[in-house]
């Protein structure tokens, strides 16, 4: 089955229906990736299954050629579980936004994360609520104006990543629309790891909040706005004489200016490590903000803990060892029962 999957083409993900999203929506970008990369993973296209709530990333499952469900508001983790739960043998995929993913599904989020389900949940950031016309949402900065913020938002908002490594995720990654070959790798990791990968991805709203992350977007201003993550590599940033790097003290980062890469060392500039098993040092990492300090992207935190479905097995086998496979008629007829008449 793994050698008929790696003939397959991205064009073999790709539905017969009509794409719609607004001109100039990061989602195009983001849906022709993951169909680029499907093809590389050795999964047959009827082992793949997309879940998505509702908002404008929740129309993904019309547009991969795949089994997918479009559930209800928030809701996609819950179903997500129950699909792996029950056939873990399916590549699972959430999409989900900041408003889906966050607000009415902010606790069917957490129990998924913190349960270590074996799914991939792509959480699509463009800090708006879209597909309601431009409300704000848990990601909004504070102040921002849209139609249900008029003199400005005063909720602080949320920050994803925080929040996931917060519910005790294994793997926590940061990654942008338009940034092909990145967005490509980070899908790629997400979906080898075991267990829950949390994938942020930074994604433009032309109507209701354009430009958003232009400056991690752009090509030019990217060199000097965004700190790329390698593990094992210090954390350095910046173009050809202008280079700086983080130090973190205390737990608190600060930027350190660097004559060059040779630099970072001797100045204390902190090392990408991503399998602390503290989330600790992700934390710090996620609290990097603009304009104050360079948008990390990457990989923040890949650890291995059992997944939710191993051990669900393994517990469903012991009870089968101790008590045989079972009778479910005798089980709905065992105990005390009713008979009702009209």
Not at 91 to 101: A, K, N, R
Not at 115 to 124: H, K, M, W
Not at 214 to 242: C, F, I, N, T, Y
Not at 248 to 257: K, L, M, R, T
Request: proline fraction near 6%; hydrophobic fraction near 40%; charge should be negative.
């Amino acid at each position: 089955m793994a050698a008929a999957a790696s003939k397959l083409t991205s064009k073999d993900f790709q539905s017969d229906q009509d794409v719609r999203w607004c001109p100039g929506c990061g989602d195009y970008s983001i849906l022709a990736n993951l169909q680029r990369v499907m093809p590389e993973l050795g999964v047959p296209r009827e082992n793949f299954v997309f879940v998505s709530g509702i908002g404008c990333s929740s129309r993904f499952p019309y547009y991969m050629n795949t089994y997918g469900m479009h559930t209800i508001h928030g809701r996609a983790p819950a179903f997500a579980t129950g699909i792996k739960a029950t056939r873990p043998d399916l590549s699972v995929w959430v999409v989900t936004g900041d408003g889906d993913g966050l607000s009415i599904g902010g606790n069917h989020l957490l129990h998924t994360i913190r349960r270590n389900v074996n799914v991939q949940i792509l959480l699509f950031n463009n800090r708006v609520y879209g597909l309601t016309k431009g409300q704000y949402s848990p990601t909004s900065r504070l102040g921002m104006k849209t139609k249900s913020t008029p003199d400005g938002a005063i909720d602080h908002p949320i920050d994803p990543l925080a929040f996931a490594l917060g519910a005790g995720a294994t793997f926590v990654a940061r990654t942008i629309d338009v940034h092909t070959q990145h967005l490509q790798e980070v899908l790629r990791r997400a979906h080898a790891h075991r267990g829950t990968s949390f994938v942020e991805i930074l994604q433009n709203c032309p109507v209701y909040n354009d430009n958003e992350w232009l400056e991690v977007e752009d090509r030019k201003q990217r060199v000097g706005a965004a700190l790329v993550l390698e593990d094992d590599e210090p954390l350095v940033w910046g173009s050809e004489g202008s280079r700086a790097g983080i130090r973190i003290h205390d737990g608190v980062p600060s930027v350190i200016e660097l004559a060059d890469d040779h630099d970072a060392v001797a100045k204390g500039v902190a090392i990408h490590h991503e399998r602390h098993e503290t989330p600790a040092y992700a934390f710090a990492l996620a609290s990097l903000q603009r304009p104050a300090f360079p948008l990390p992207i990457g990989v923040f935190r890949a650890v291995d803990k059992p997944s939710y479905g191993e051990l669900l097995e393994d517990q469903v086998a012991t009870a089968r060892s101790r008590r045989g496979e079972g009778d479910l008629a005798a089980l709905l007829n065992s105990g005390d029962t009713w008979e009702v008449t009209p």
